[in-house]
């Protein structure tokens, strides 16, 4: 399922919709893979690495999705990990196009 939500694109979010809740998030939360939402407010995963340089090439492939979607994620990186929260800044919560950029992010090669 998460290949349909990858297949979508973000929608650049103008305000005036109420973030997903409950169910909705749940039906969403089911089409990725070990994302986790934290607060109903965001999503977040933590990706492990061999080293720092993978970790990196991670981070920079993620950037490079997130600029061609115009959905910019916050990044965390560190040796052997990079963390990425995903949210609708616009509504201070969650969006379809939140899902979406995950799923994308999931599909990058690790290697």
């Not at 916050?74 to 379809?96: F, P, Q, V």
């Amino acid at each position: 399922m998460a290949s349909e939500l990858a297949s979508k694109t973000c929608v650049p979010c103008r305000g005036g919709v109420p973030p997903l809740q409950g169910t909705e998030l749940g039906a969403l939360l089911n089409q990725v893979d070990h994302w986790n939402v934290v607060e109903e407010h965001h999503i977040t995963k933590t990706f492990a690495f061999p080293d720092f340089q993978k970790a990196l090439d991670f981070v920079n492939k993620v950037g490079a999705v997130a600029e061609e979607q115009g959905h910019h994620p916050d990044i965390y990186l560190a040796w052997g990990k990079a963390e990425i929260k995903i949210w609708t800044h616009k509504i201070d919560g969650l969006t379809e196009s939140d899902f979406i950029l995950a799923a994308k992010i999931d599909q990058i090669p690790r290697s």
